[in-house]
């Protein structure tokens, strides 16, 4: 089973508005990743958690928060967005931090956002 | 600067027939590579990897070929099928870094 769950699936918020983005995984990964992606672009990756700590944020604004409650959650905070920050969140977990191999990252279906 | 590049946005294929997904990258760190496939609406989902110390790998009808003094790779899909349709991604990492590196995408189409 390499499943990755998100919710929601799609959400719209006004920019003074504050939400959170879940993503869930029980393969008992120990890394898990979030992945932004504009249309017809690529995946750019914004943060990675490794055993529940914060490994790596690439330079990504405050307003986005990530959390990682425990090995299984984590979770993206949002709070006073922009129009441009309208994009798919994706969700990803490894069994360890890395990207091939033993350490290959599976997605999520993603949470399409919409900031009005 | 695109260090992965899929310079072909579209491929049409006909049932049966192969089809070829080209990747090209630029950072000689790059270690090992990676091919998601991305329907509308769904994350990517990993089809098949290589490490940089190999120059193939196959599994089912998919299979992986490297070529490192080109740094090149491509995705070779045989038979092709409809249900193959959908947005292929290649990636890369190198072995300081955990951050997958994404070209555009190319999305394949293949008719019956």
């Known amino acids: 089973d390499t499943e990755v769950t998100q919710t929601p699936k799609h959400l719209v918020m006004g920019m003074t508005n504050k939400k959170s983005l879940k993503c869930e995984q029980h393969m008992g990964h120990r890394a898990m990743y979030w992945y932004k992606q504009k249309a017809k672009k690529p995946p750019e990756l914004m943060f990675v958690?490794?055993?529940?700590?914060?490994?790596i944020n690439e330079s990504v604004p405050s307003r986005f928060s990530p959390e990682c409650p425990n090995s299984s959650l984590l979770n993206l905070h949002l709070h006073a967005l922009q129009p441009e920050d309208s994009a798919l969140y994706l969700c990803?977990?490894?069994?360890?931090?890395?990207?091939?191999?033993?350490?290959?990252?599976?997605f999520g279906p993603g949470t399409r956002l919409t900031v009005l | 600067d695109q260090q992965v590049k899929q310079n072909s946005p579209s491929l049409s294929v006909q049932e049966g027939r192969i089809s070829i997904l080209n990747c090209d990258y630029t950072n000689s760190m790059f270690d090992y590579f990676l091919w998601y496939k991305k329907y509308p609406a769904e994350g990517p989902t990993f089809l098949i990897s290589i490490s940089s110390i190999k120059d193939k790998n196959e599994d089912g009808r998919f299979t992986v070929f490297l070529n490192k003094s080109a740094k090149h790779l491509s995705l070779h899909i045989v038979p092709s099928q409809p249900g193959d349709s959908a947005v292929y991604f290649c990636a890369a990492s190198a072995k300081l870094g955990t951050a997958l590196i994404f070209g555009k995408g190319t999305t394949l189409s293949v008719s019956s």
């Open positions: 990803a977990s490894s069994l360890r931090e890395g990207a091939g191999g033993w350490d290959t990252q599976y």
């Open positions: 958690y490794s055993y529940e700590k914060l490994s």
